[in-house]
């Protein structure tokens, strides 16, 4: 166990809907990462969030935002989904913003565009 | 542009056989380096890291990897694998402010 939750674990929709993905990070961590994980494509980094301040954006589409609230927990909201969208969605952790913190990882959201 | 390969999608090894996945990055200077593994259904876990220093890093579940700078490579070893090292396998780099960049896997198949 990471210590790094994500909730819901499974989520299937339809297209042109919104969904929100929740992350808690590990107890102290101050930074959350944000990654889609598709057989297309592999292991793409989304975003990260740093103490509520976006840090670093990735290859997310302006389809997809996302937000670290006061408590550190995140959300990422996607928005006028398409099939392609199904995928896992990870979220990650770390103490601060350097390459040099590990990155823990969470279980996952599977999400299924239907 | 930046990238990391893993060339084989797949590897086949008898249980108890020495192991050895391959990562080459594409990089101007030396990058943070990590391996990560997937199992079924989990999220991903941190077997070990390099950062600089001894080229030679020792990880969890006995694995270990080395850094070679004049080939690119930061190749991932087991000297013998146990039926519950079969799993997806991730080398990934930290190039900067832009999160960790993932090889595509090792899908590893582990034979009784």
């Known amino acids: 166990d990471s210590g790094v939750t994500q909730t819901p674990k499974h989520l299937i929709t339809a297209t042109g809907q919104r969904v929100t993905l929740r992350c808690s990070p590990r107890?102290?961590?101050?930074?959350v990462y944000w990654y889609q994980q598709s057989l297309d494509q592999g292991l793409q980094f989304l975003i990260q969030?740093?103490?509520?301040?976006?840090?670093a954006k990735g290859n997310i589409l302006e389809r997809f935002s996302a937000q670290q609230f006061p408590d550190l927990h995140s959300e990422l909201n996607l928005s006028s989904l398409e099939l392609g969208d199904s995928a896992l969605y990870f979220c990650?952790?770390?103490?601060?913003?350097?390459?040099?913190?590990?990155?823990?990882f969470g279980p996952g959201t599977r999400l299924t565009v239907l | 542009a930046q990238s990391v390969t893993q060339p084989d999608i797949h590897i086949t090894v008898s249980e108890g056989a020495s192991l050895e996945l391959r990562c080459n990055y594409s990089?101007?200077?030396?990058?943070?380096l990590f391996w990560y593994v997937q199992s079924p259904g989990q999220g991903l876990q941190l077997l070990l890291k390099y950062f600089s220093g001894d080229t030679l890093v020792q990880g969890i579940k006995g694995f270990e990897a080395e850094f070679k700078r004049s080939q690119s490579s930061f190749n991932l070893r087991k000297p013998s694998v146990h039926w519950s090292d079969a799993a997806e396998y991730f080398c990934?780099?930290?190039?900067?402010?832009?999160?960790?960049?993932f090889g595509k896997g090792t899908h590893l198949i582990i034979q009784p």
């Open positions: 107890s102290g961590d101050l930074s």
């Open positions: 969030y740093y103490n509520g301040e976006e840090r």
């Open positions: 990650a952790s770390s103490l601060r913003t350097s390459g040099l913190d590990t990155q823990y």
């Open positions: 990089y101007g200077a030396t990058p943070y």
């Open positions: 990934a780099v930290y190039l900067g402010a832009d999160g960790l960049t």
